[in-house]
């Protein structure tokens, strides 16, 4: 059984899956309420919650769900998964890593913490610059659009500066929201490798220390990691060498 959910954001399709569910489930309540949310908002963000009760799939319906995903591959903004259900959250972490738009899981008794990342922005990318230095700060957790935003900033500070002293600014980095946006990070690295004479990378996680390591491979420069509490010195070293 499938059950249309109330008292959620603009924009906001929410859906309530318990006992087993059919075909019939998916023609009758599942792809009307996608059509017409897609029909008068472009692309959604949805919420699944997935009670203690929920059976599975008849085949049919799952033959519907392939489909109707297959259809609708990129009409959603983001998606919210809560469930306790193991099997299904291990489905959902696998499905999460190849669909074009972030996925994240939350348990049933989550729900307002859903509903609070679904109607809240995600991730963003600050470029700028300071006299030789260009400074791009990762914030948040980073999905594809937020590549495609800085296209352009970053081909304009680029062309002014040769060679460039690059300051990555990873305090307030989180991840990447899916391979896609995983992906479109290297392959920025690759169409910019060549440019950056030296990076220092600024971060607070032991994973960014190995990042800044990992970086050194790919690019043609000299790179250098600096805690969090050292921006001063990490400016200082990309000005003085």
């Given at each position: 059984m499938i059950t249309l959910m109330e008292d959620l954001p603009q924009g906001t399709l929410g859906l309530s899956f318990s006992g087993e569910v059919t075909g019939a489930d998916y023609d009758r309540v599942l792809v009307p309420a996608i059509d017409a949310a897609l029909e008068q908002q472009g692309r959604i963000k949805a919420l699944l919650v997935f009670g203690q009760d929920f059976q599975g799939y008849t085949l049919e319906a799952a033959w519907d769900d392939t489909s109707l995903g297959l259809r609708h591959w990129d009409g959603f903004e983001r998606l919210a998964v809560a469930s306790d259900v193991p099997w299904l959250r291990q489905a959902f972490r696998a499905i999460g890593l190849v669909l074009?738009?972030?996925?994240?899981?939350?348990?049933?008794?989550?729900?307002?913490?859903?509903?609070?990342?679904?109607?809240?922005?995600?991730?963003?990318?600050?470029?700028?610059?300071?006299?030789?230095?260009?400074?791009?700060?990762?914030?948040?957790?980073?999905?594809?659009?937020?590549?495609?935003?800085?296209?352009?900033?970053?081909?304009?500070?680029?062309?002014?500066?040769?060679?460039?002293?690059?300051?990555?600014?990873?305090?307030?980095?989180?991840?990447?929201?899916?391979?896609?946006?995983?992906?479109?990070?290297?392959?920025?690295?690759?169409?910019?490798?060549?440019?950056?004479?030296?990076?220092?990378?600024?971060?607070?996680?032991?994973?960014?220390?190995?990042?800044?390591?990992?970086?050194?491979?790919?690019?043609?420069?000299?790179?250098?990691?600096?805690?969090?509490?050292?921006?001063?010195?990490?400016?200082?070293?990309?000005?003085?060498?």
């Open positions: 074009p738009y972030p996925v994240r899981l939350f348990n049933t008794d989550e729900l307002e913490q859903a509903r609070r990342w679904l109607g809240e922005s995600l991730g963003t990318i600050h470029v700028d610059q300071q006299d030789e230095v260009v400074i791009i700060a990762m914030i948040g957790r980073l999905d594809p659009k937020a590549y495609r935003r800085i296209d352009d900033d970053l081909a304009n500070v680029f062309s002014h500066h040769a060679p460039v002293r690059l300051l990555l600014d990873l305090r307030q980095f989180d991840g990447w929201l899916g391979l896609n946006a995983l992906s479109m990070h290297f392959a920025l690295i690759r169409e910019y490798r060549t440019l950056p004479q030296l990076v220092a990378v600024i971060g607070a996680q032991r994973w960014q220390h190995a990042a800044q390591r990992m970086l050194g491979l790919f690019v043609n420069a000299r790179t250098r990691y600096f805690d969090s509490d050292h921006v001063a010195e990490a400016q200082q070293w990309l000005c003085a060498a």
